[in-house]
C-alpha cells in the first residue's frame, strides 16, 4: 500500500524558510514520479516541484528560483527547502505520486497524480 506522509510546515513570517518532507513507504520514489503540489481554498490545486526518476526536477512559475526539491533514495524521502517565502504561499502542501511509463508520469483523467499525502499547512504571514 502506498503511503505518503508530509511533515515540516508551519507558520513563518515573509522571507523565512520552511523545508518539507514527504516519506513514502510501498513506493520507491527513486523509479516514480513525485511532486510537491499545493492548494489554498477556492483556488485550483497547483503544482509546485515534480522529481522525475531521471533526476529531472521542474517548478512552477511563482517559485521564481525560491525553492528546492530534492530526492534522498537512501532514505526514500522526498524534499522540498523553501526559502523567501510569501504570504500568497500560504497552502496546503501535499506530496504525490505517480507511476513513470518510461516517458511521462501516468496521470489520472484530472491531470492529478494518483497518490497523495494528507498534506501539511504552510502559513506566511505578512
Known amino acids: 500500500q502506498v503511503h505518503l506522509v508530509e511533515s515540516g510546515g508551519g507558520s513563518v513570517p515573509a522571507g523565512g524558510s520552511l523545508r518539507l518532507s514527504c516519506a513514502a513507504s510501498?513506493?520507491?520514489?527513486?523509479?516514480?514520479?513525485m511532486a510537491w503540489s499545493r492548494q489554498t481554498p477556492g483556488k485550483r490545486r497547483e503544482g509546485v516541484a515534480s522529481?522525475?526518476?531521471?533526476?529531472?526536477?521542474t517548478y512552477g512559475d511563482f517559485v521564481e528560483g525560491r525553492f528546492t526539491v530534492t530526492r534522498d533514495n537512501a532514505k526514500n524521502t522526498l524534499s522540498l527547502q523553501m526559502n523567501s517565502l510569501k504570504p500568497e504561499d500560504t497552502a496546503m502542501y501535499y506530496c504525490?505520486?505517480?507511476?513513470?511509463?518510461?516517458?511521462?508520469?501516468?496521470?489520472?483523467?484530472?491531470?492529478?497524480?494518483?497518490?497523495w499525502g494528507q498534506g501539511t499547512q504552510v502559513t506566511v504571514s505578512s
Open positions: 504525490a505520486a505517480a507511476f513513470w511509463t518510461g516517458r511521462r508520469c501516468l496521470r489520472m483523467g484530472n491531470g492529478d497524480f494518483g497518490y
Open positions: 510501498g513506493w520507491n520514489i527513486s523509479v516514480n514520479c
Open positions: 522529481f522525475d526518476p531521471d533526476g529531472s526536477t
